[in-house]
Structure formats: structure tokens, C-alpha cells
């Protein structure tokens, strides 16, 4: 699946979940927030296609996919985020 699908279908699934995606400006890392009780997941405008996915991917699975349908591509995506960011969490807590 190309990078733009994965993008769209990502966009799609957060839509679907009541958050909107917002590409701004600045020298944010980007993420989930919330804002007068609407979700959010901000990514910086100048971030490269992968990095963009990695954060919306990270965003969504914050909420928890367990039990929502979702492509099975899509899933191995945020999943292999979910994975990444807990080596990282864990290999911070050794240090």
C-alpha cells in the first residue's frame, strides 16, 4: 500500500473517531490532544509522509483499536507503532 493510501485510510479512521487532523506549523513533535473536549492529532506541516503516519498512527492507538474493525493493513501499521513506542518507553526506564 503506498504511502498516500495509508495517509487517506488513516485520516479516514480518525474522522471516523470523532478526531480531526490538523497539519500546522512550528517545531511541534506532534500527537493526540484534546481542546474543549474535541480530539485532535497534530502534525507538523514540514514532517515527511512516514513520520506523519507514525504520529496519526500513534494517536489512534492511544485510544485503544481493540475492539473497532480496521483493515488489516491499517492495524499492522498502528500496531508496529505500539510496539515501537513501548521499546522506546522501556529502554528510557533502564537509562
Known amino acids: ?3 498516500i493510501e495509508i495517509y487517506n485510510e488513516l485520516k479516514e479512521l480518525a474522522k471516523n473517531l470523532g478526531i480531526t487532523i490538523r497539519r500546522v506549523n512550528g517545531s ?3 500527537g493526540l490532544c484534546t481542546v474543549k473536549d474535541k480530539m485532535y ?14 504520529v496519526i498512527a500513534n ?3 492511544s485510544l485503544g483499536i481493540e475492539n473497532l474493525y480496521i483493515k488489516p493493513v491499517i492495524r499492522e501499521i498502528i500496531e508496529k507503532e505500539v510496539l515501537s513506542r513501548n521499546r522506546l518507553i522501556q529502554s528510557e526506564n533502564i537509562k
Open 1 to 3: 500500500m503506498k504511502q
Open 28 to 30: 511541534i513533535s506532534g
Open 41 to 54: 492529532i497534530l502534525v507538523n506541516k514540514t514532517d515527511p509522509p512516514e513520520v506523519v503516519i507514525n
Open 59 to 61: 494517536g489512534i492507538a
